[in-house]
C-alpha cells in the first residue's frame, strides 16, 4: 500500500546503537502502531498512537521509544539495540472508530538484525 | 492482554480442498478482523465482524462471527494456489476501554499442488 512507508527496509545494526525505524503514512489516520512479529509468537504490540502527541504502551514495550509530533509519522527508536529485538517490525495506521470500518493498513516492514 | 489461540497453527491441503481456522477469545469482543498475510509480505486487513452471529462471504471465503460474540472461524471453499499465507484473527475488546487489536497466534495455509 502506496499510503503507509515504512524504512529502511531492512537494517543490520550492533548491539547497544541506537536506531530509529520510521513510519509515515498520507491518509491522516488518527491510529498508528508499531507491531513486532517474530516466529511463534505472531504479532506483538510495542507502541500506540491514538493522535498527533498521544502515545501509549503496548504489550513489549521495554526498549523502545517513540514520538509523534506530526499525525504522518510515527518513528521507532530502539535506544540500545539488544540481539533479542531481532525482528520484523510492521507499522500500521487506521482511521477512528465509528468511521465504518477501521481495519488496520500495514507497511510493507522492517527486517532489523542485532549483532 | 488475553493470549488469543488460533487453531490449527498449520495447515496443509490438496488444492482444491477446504480449509477453516478458528479463532477463540475469552472475552466478549466488540468486533473481530480478520487479516491475511503471504509469505514475506505484510498482513492484509480481510474484513471486520460486528453481530452476534454475523456471517459474510467474500467469493470462496466465508467469515462468522459466534453468537456469544467470543469466537469467530474463517474457511475458503476449494482451496487455490494463492491462498497461500497466514491467517490472523485479531480482536477488537473496545467496550472494556481497549482501544488497540490483539492478533492471534496465525494459522499458516500451505496448498499442495
Known amino acids: 500500500d502506496a499510503g503507509i512507508t515504512q524504512s529502511p527496509r531492512y537494517k543490520i545494526t550492533e548491539t547497544g546503537r541506537q536506531v530509529t525505524l520510521m513510519c509515515h503514512q498520507t491518509w491522516s489516520h488518527s491510529y498508528m502502531f508499531w507491531y513486532r512479529q517474530d516466529l511463534g509468537h505472531g504479532l506483538r504490540l510495542i507502541y500506540y498512537s491514538a493522535a498527533a502527541d498521544i502515545t501509549d504502551k503496548g504489550e513489549v514495550s521495554d526498549g523502545y521509544v517513540v514520538s509523534r509530533s506530526k499525525t504522518e509519522n510515527f518513528p521507532l527508536t530502539l535506544e540500545s539495540a539488544t540481539r533479542s529485538q531481532t525482528s520484523v517490525y510492521f507499522c500500521?495506521?487506521?482511521?477512528?472508530?465509528?468511521?465504518?470500518?477501521?481495519?488496520?493498513?500495514f507497511g510493507s516492514g522492517t527486517r532489523l538484525t542485532v549483532v | 492482554g488475553q493470549q488469543v489461540m488460533q487453531i490449527p497453527q498449520y495447515q496443509h491441503v490438496q488444492e482444491g480442498e477446504d480449509f477453516t481456522t478458528y479463532c477463540n477469545s475469552s472475552t466478549t469482543l466488540s468486533n473481530i478482523q480478520w487479516y491475511k498475510q503471504r509469505p514475506g509480505g505484510h498482513p492484509v486487513f480481510l474484513i471486520q465482524l460486528v453481530k452476534s452471529g454475523e456471517v459474510k462471504k467474500q467469493k470462496r471465503l466465508t467469515f462468522q462471527f459466534g453468537e456469544a460474540k467470543k469466537n469467530s472461524s474463517l474457511h475458503i471453499t476449494a482451496t487455490q494456489t494463492t491462498d497461500v499465507g497466514t491467517y490472523f484473527c485479531?480482536?477488537?475488546?473496545?467496550?472494556?476501554?481497549?482501544?488497540?487489536?490483539?492478533f492471534g497466534t496465525g494459522t499458516r495455509l500451505t496448498i499442495i499442488p
Open positions: 500500521a495506521s487506521s482511521k477512528r472508530r465509528g468511521k465504518g470500518e477501521y481495519g488496520y493498513t
Open positions: 485479531a480482536l477488537d475488546e473496545s467496550n472494556f476501554g481497549n482501544e488497540k487489536l490483539t
